[in-house]
Nanobody, 115 residues
Framework: QVQLVESGGGLVQPGGSLRLSCAAS????????MGWYRQVPGKERELVVV???????NYADSVKGRFTISRDNDKKTVFLQMNSLKPEDTAVYYC?????????WGQGTQVTVSS
């Protein structure tokens, strides 16, 4: 019933930018938080940024000043604007919604930063 569909990943050169999007379909009620995580081969999935339903945000130190999370007015779509990308940002990025109905994950989108 609830699906999160991600888009916007791809190959970009160091210093470039990408904008990821994650759109939810179906009925989602009482959303507590929305966020982005990433996973590098051989490492655990890590938090990139989360936005709470009151608007507060929490960014990983590694992306502060470069990444920005935002959401549509209907709070069913979340975006991640990534600027000044570095090779170490290369990972599979997953969006995440948390609410009273459960925890939902996007399918993941590959971001590769390389020259």
């Amino acid at each position: 019933q609830v699906q999160l569909v991600e888009s916007g990943g791809g190959l970009v050169q160091p210093g470039g930018s990408l904008r990821l999007s994650c759109a939810a379909s179906g009925s989602i009620f009482s959303i507590f938080a929305m966020g982005w995580y990433r996973q590098v081969p051989g490492k655990e999935r890590e938090l990139v940024v989360v936005i709470i339903n009151d608007g507060r945000t929490n960014y990983a130190d590694s992306v502060k000043g470069r990444f920005t999370i935002s959401r549509d007015n209907d709070k069913k779509t979340v975006f991640l604007q990534m600027n000044s990308l570095k090779p170490e940002d290369t990972a599979v990025y997953y969006c995440n919604f948390r609410g009273s109905g459960g925890i939902y994950w996007g399918q993941g989108t590959q971001v590769t930063v390389s020259s």
